[in-house]
């Protein structure tokens, strides 16, 4: 199936609803790439679990604006709403069930047309209702991902500089769509530790997240790398991994590393981890 790319016919008229909308976009377009990934639980699991996470936000922001607009059909909507969560609900209980479930072409195609058929059409009708109107402005902006009102009110993600260094480029890609839905715009992403090394050296980074295998070298090296480096020393680090293992948590935070989360990531999880991160760096300054 062709993957999809937002255009300006699509737009809902407000710029937060569109964003959501190319995310969601983002992460159906990256659940077909990610079937038959050499890493596919990690990488396919985590797009299920941020799709279902932003289908369940998005929609409560858009109720919120439609309500906000007094749009006349925001109870059918809404009913379209809980049937499509309720859709997405399943179909991540079902590869969590059977993991061949979801590969089934017919899955994703229902996906795809919901989503498409949904944004360019159902979500189009609100439009001259929303458009222009001061108080669905003020209401799409009252929510985010990571909560009612923003993680923190400081926290700028447009002015945030990230480095991703995994060698899966699907999972990177993943990472790249979650953090450019909530508006981070300076995303470098290193397949190997002697180009993350080259990055970090070359410019300033606010934090860096590494996986755990970066093809056959260990992130855990860069870790104890950064942590030698008389200049990077105090980068903040979020270390991945997709191998569960006992005391893995212990064994990288030991290393140095800040934070650790486990593959399949959780889009929220992610996005709160690095709020954390942000914040406490804030703080030690
Ligand atoms: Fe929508
Ligand atoms: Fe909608």
Known sequence: M????????????????????KTLIGLVNALHRSI???????TLGSVLKALQEYTEY????????????RYPSLIAHSLAHRRHEQQVRDLRQRYEDDRQAVRAKECLDFLHKWLIEH??????????????????????????????????A?????ALRLLVVDDNRNFSEVMRTILEGVGVRDIAVAHDLSTAKLAV?????DIVIIDWH???????????????????????????????RIGSREMVLAAGADEFMEKPISARGL????????????QSR
């Open 154 to 158: 400081t926290l700028d993600w447009r």
């Open 201 to 205: 050296e070359g410019k300033d980074f």
């Open 2 to 21: 062709a993957t999809i790319s937002w255009s300006a016919l699509m737009s809902a008229g407000i710029p937060e609803i569109d964003a959501d909308h």
């Open 214 to 244: 970066v093809g056959a070298e260990s992130g855990l090296d860069l870790v104890a790398w950064l942590r030698r480096h008389p200049l990077l020393k105090d980068l903040p680090i979020l270390m991945l991994s997709g191998h569960e």
């Open 58 to 69: 998005h929609f409560a922001r858009e109720e919120r604006v439609m309500g906000a607009a």
């Open 271 to 282: 996005l709160l981890c690095l709020a954390r991160l942000l914040t406490r760096r804030e």
């Open 119 to 152: 944004i360019c059409s159902t979500d189009m009708d609100y439009r001259p209702w929303v458009i222009g109107h001061a108080g669905a402005v003020s209401a799409a902006e009252s929510i985010s991902i990571t909560g009612p009102r923003p993680v923190a």
């Open 36 to 42: 038959g990934d050499e890493e596919e639980y990690a």
